[in-house]
């Protein structure tokens, strides 16, 4: 996250993670953000600790209880930022370089040594947690809602079948990483994200992905 200025103090609605545009609750609200971002990188999900991220972010602890009510709020939360922040969709003019910008945005995040601390953090933490399995659902489902146009343009220009799936396309180039980075916990290569590519293109131009 950007660094953010840190406050001593706030007023919340009571609602986990619901915030008023601009002035100081969304200060809170960003710098209680961060300070949890910064302890999933460095620690993980297990020992995340409300009265430590109200400390960091220079927030009273009753604000952060209010507001967020449990570790698992705050993760939640998170997550629903995240997906607001993150970057638009490709438009490189053809589905191979929109794929393959795909592929290595979700590469370049698990490799980088904070955002892949970050999400191996959330992902343990939804394999436990019907809450934060449900905001991890929402991040992806936003994010692949956001690229499917891609897949969209592709068949206007008559580069995959009219009826192709483009959340089920987008599935497939970054399941592999994810199975590298979570079950196997291999290297993620560049090579690696260019073969989820070729693959998800070879099947999107058989009609894997129109739906039967």
């Not at 089920?168 to 993620?188: H, N």
């Amino acid at each position: 996250m950007e660094q953010q200025t840190r406050l001593g103090g706030g007023e919340g609605d009571g609602t986990p993670g619901s915030v008023r545009p601009g002035g100081r609750t969304a200060k809170v609200r960003a710098a209680v953000l961060e300070a949890t971002e910064d302890a999933l990188a460095s620690t993980g999900f297990h020992t995340l600790n409300m009265d430590r991220i109200a400390a960091s972010a220079g927030v009273g602890k009753t604000t952060v209880y209010r507001r967020w009510g449990s570790p698992v709020g705050l993760v939640a939360d998170l997550l629903r930022d995240m997906a607001d922040r993150s970057l638009p969709a490709a438009d490189t003019g053809t589905l191979a370089g929109d794929l393959r910008a795909n592929a290595e945005l979700v590469r370049g995040t698990l490799t980088d040594p904070r955002m892949g601390a970050v999400f191996r953090a959330v992902i343990a933490a939804a394999a436990c947690d019907e809450e934060c399995a449900a905001a991890l659902n929402g991040f992806y489902r936003a994010r692949l809602e956001e690229w499917a146009p891609v897949v969209d343009r592709a068949a206007a220009r008559g580069e995959v079948p009219a009826a192709t799936d483009g959340l089920e396309l987008l599935r497939a180039v970054s399941a592999p990483l994810y199975y590298r980075f979570v079950v196997t916990r291999e290297p993620l290569r560049p090579q690696d994200a260019e073969r989820a590519v070729e693959a998800a293109l070879t099947a999107a131009g058989g009609g894997v992905f129109i739906p039967r």
